[in-house]
T-cell receptor, first 114, second 112 residues
């Protein structure tokens, strides 16, 4: 079974631009979560989607948004990019958002904002 | 809110045993995870504890004490490939769902 896939793997943008990242979960997984990883802050939760609905949201500004499609694929968007948005963005999928379900991470999208 | 603490760095010798501790303070609790992350790679799942006690999986074991807000990951027969960052994460039941709060990770270096 294929793992979580994320595209693109690397991205360079300039301040003020916007970016869209894509995540395809493991087949059959319906819950998708997004995390931001930086050297200083570690892994921080952005948001979680299940059945096309946002279930949880982390403490990030409204410039960060996401959505999930009917096939469970998810996208996240960051508008008006800032230098501090440079990070590894990780997507994780699980069968469902409850119980003992384990999250499996994709390889991430490394975003550099210049 | 949640607070998760784990040591920043540890060094151990190949073939030895190492214990990585994690303490947490949470408003709710619905399980504790350990992940391994090699440099430049995605975190990979190691273990999950929701009840008190020890979970063993090959060379890796994880222990949880909910009353003490404490967990540890035990790695036996260390190998060079075990050099990585080990992340402790807690699932907060208050919000439901899969929101995980991660510690900053323990960078383990295995030496000859």
């Amino acid at each position: 079974k294929a793992g979580v896939t994320q595209t693109p793997r690397y991205l360079i943008k300039t301040r003020g631009q916007q970016v869209t990242l894509s995540c395809s979960p493991i087949s059959g997984h319906r819950s998708v979560s997004w995390y931001q990883q930086t050297p200083g802050q570690g892994l921080q939760f952005l948001f979680e989607y299940f059945s096309e609905t946002q279930r949880n949201k982390g403490n990030f500004p409204g410039r960060f948004s996401g959505r999930q499609f009917s096939n469970s694929r998810s996208e996240m968007n960051v508008s008006t990019l800032e230098l501090g948005d440079s990070a590894l963005y990780l997507c994780a999928s699980s069968l469902a958002p409850t119980g003992t379900e384990t999250q499996y991470f994709g390889p991430g999208t490394r975003l550099l904002v210049l | 809110g949640q607070n998760i603490d784990q040591p920043t760095e540890m060094t151990a010798t190949e073939g030895a045993i190492v214990q990585i501790n994690c303490t947490y303070q949470t408003s709710g609790f619905n399980g504790l995870f350990w992940y391994q992350q090699h440099a430049g790679e995605a975190p990979t799942f190691l273990s999950y504890n929701v009840l008190d006690g020890l979970e063993e999986k090959g060379r890796f074991s994880s222990f949880l004490s909910r009353s003490k807000g404490y967990s540890y990951l035990l790695l036996k027969e260390l190998q060079m490939k075990d050099s990585a960052s080990y992340l402790c994460a807690v699932r907060d039941q208050a919000g439901g769902g899969n929101k995980l709060t991660f510690g900053t990770g323990t960078q383990l270096k295995v030496e000859l």
